[in-house]
């Protein structure tokens, strides 16, 4: 059996023979057909990139009709029980799980770049009070471009590396500030005896006492969500970091429009946007009423944290989520919107347009409730999904910079516009 496609243009009757790799045809194997020498060729059209692979990638591999989820080859149950979030994160941008001694460096070295410049505290500072915790991080994130001048040095291997452990470390300092600003209380210092997760609720949460101690079933808890979101291969944020890296930019700044990307209520941003539905419905017996409005289409409105692009089954971080609810709100008592989300995921299982559709929970129906009984306001939930994806980018965003078959990233379109027109003086348009 041939590894081959044989296209036949029906316009000109020829046939052409086009190689299959890896279950894909090059689309550029298509510009050859043409209706003749004056023709541009054939191109494919595929608005939000439904059926294009942008990438040859060996980070993370999703089966949406089964439900699995695996980095580097790992299933994420297995690493959601086993690992930590800085190993985990170690596996993602190496390839390989670390060693004994190759994770306590990897450790150290994310420890000693947790510290914020002064300087990026005092532009933090220009915020507004209220500002959104998100466009804090993106904003400041992208600013440390200006910091770290050497981050330009890109096709540098140390150099490279120097920026993604900073952001990998930075991150939640960024984040965690944010949070004291929108509150009004003083930035805290990081505390490089906790662990990752520790630390950051050690930057969120410390009040007085000398030393800070976290509740050690919320920080595991805050570190298996924080495994469960650090990489999801292709999605628009991640798309969005490869091709602002792709022009060459600076991992700050391409960081910064992967963020944007991310903030928005179709991607990350659907954790907030979960919790203000769920609040909106109220109680439930308003359930019923929500889910037919839902169904009509009503201003657009859609069951927020439910359908997925790839998955067409239950999403397996959801499953994994569930869980930790249930370890979380044995310690904080149970979220009062809990009841509320587990109606509606039982009506939708069972009603035949979500059924038809294959919408199932995503990872963000349950996160928000947990983030929630921890004590996060609503507004740090996308940051929240922002911290740990940052190695997630950082990996992508390296190994489209190593891949010698990746440019710039430049789509085509099809014009529909007027043709070429004379300029008509301002006295003439009618
Ligand atoms: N509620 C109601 N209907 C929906 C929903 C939903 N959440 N999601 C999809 N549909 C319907 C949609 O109206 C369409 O129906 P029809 O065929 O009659 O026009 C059909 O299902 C297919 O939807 P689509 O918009 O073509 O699917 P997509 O792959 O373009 O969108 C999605 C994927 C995640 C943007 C979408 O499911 C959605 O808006 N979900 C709610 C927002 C959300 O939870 N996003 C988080 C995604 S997971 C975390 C992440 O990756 O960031």
């Known amino acids: 059996m041939a590894d081959t496609l044989t296209v036949t243009d029906n316009r000109t009757g020829k046939s052409y023979e086009l190689p299959i790799q890896d279950g894909t045809i090059k689309a550029m194997d298509l510009r050859q057909i043409k209706t003749g020498p004056d023709d541009f060729g054939l191109m494919t059209y595929d608005p939000a990139f439904m059926n294009t692979a942008n990438?040859?990638?060996?980070?993370?591999?999703?089966?949406?009709?089964?439900?699995?989820?695996?980095?580097?080859?790992y299933p994420i149950?297995?690493?959601?029980?086993?690992?930590?979030?800085?190993?985990?994160?170690y596996l993602i941008l190496y390839g390989e799980l670390p060693t004994d001694g190759q994770?306590?460096?990897?450790?150290?070295?994310?420890?000693?770049?947790?510290?914020?410049?002064?300087?990026?505290?005092?532009?933090?500072?220009?915020f507004q009070y209220d500002a959104h915790p998100m466009g804090i991080l993106l904003s400041t994130v992208g600013a440390l471009s200006t910091v770290n001048r050497d981050a330009k040095n890109i096709f540098d291997k140390t150099t490279r590396m120097r920026q993604i452990l900073r952001l990998i470390a930075?991150?939640?300092?960024?984040?965690?500030?944010?949070?004291?600003?929108?509150?009004?209380?003083?930035?805290?210092?990081?505390?490089?005896?906790l662990s990752f997760t520790g630390n950051f609720l050690n930057m969120l949460f410390k009040m007085t006492e000398l030393k800070y101690k976290p509740h050690p079933v919320l920080e595991r808890a805050l570190d298996v969500l924080f495994i469960l979101h650090a990489d999801h291969e292709q999605n628009c944020s991640t798309t969005t970091m490869r091709t602002i890296g792709s022009s060459q930019a600076d991992p700050y700044s391409a960081f910064a429009g992967a963020a944007a990307a991310l903030y928005g209520p179709l991607h990350g941003g659907a954790n907030e946007a979960v919790l203000r539905m769920l609040t909106e419905i109220g109680s439930l017996n308003?359930?019923?009423?929500?889910?037919?409005?839902?169904?009509?289409?009503?201003?657009g409105s859609r069951l927020m944290g439910f359908g997925h692009r790839v998955?067409?089954?239950?999403?397996?971080?959801?499953?994994?989520?569930?869980?930790?609810?249930?370890?979380?709100?044995?310690?904080t008592g149970k979220n009062p919107l809990l009841d509320i989300a587990l109606e509606l995921e039982r009506i939708a299982l069972q009603d035949d347009y979500f059924v038809k559709r294959k919408l199932y929970p995503n990872v963000d129906f349950y996160s928000g409730l947990i983030y929630q009984a921890m004590g996060f306001p609503t507004e740090m939930f996308p940051v929240l999904f922002a911290i740990p994806r940052t190695v997630g980018w950082m990996a992508q965003w390296e190994e489209m910079l190593l891949d010698p078959d990746q440019k710039i990233a430049r789509p085509r379109q099809i014009y529909l516009g007027s043709e070429a027109r004379d300029y008509v003086a301002r006295d003439q348009r009618k």
């Open 103 to 126: 994770l306590q460096s990897w450790r150290r070295e994310i420890t000693l770049h947790t510290m914020l410049h002064e300087n990026v505290k005092k532009f933090m500072d220009g």
């Open 311 to 331: 998955y067409k089954s239950y999403d397996p971080r959801a499953k994994q989520i569930k869980k930790i609810a249930d370890m979380v709100f044995e310690v």
């Open 77 to 89: 149950e297995q690493l959601a029980e086993h690992s930590d979030y800085l190993e985990t994160a």
């Open 55 to 73: 990438c040859r990638s060996r980070i993370t591999y999703i089966d949406g009709d089964k439900g699995i989820l695996l980095y580097r080859g």
């Open 170 to 193: 930075k991150v939640p300092s960024i984040a965690a500030y944010a949070y004291r600003h929108s509150i009004g209380r003083p930035y805290n210092n990081p505390d490089n005896d």
């Open 286 to 299: 308003h359930v019923p009423d929500f889910i037919a409005k839902v169904k009509s289409g009503e201003a």
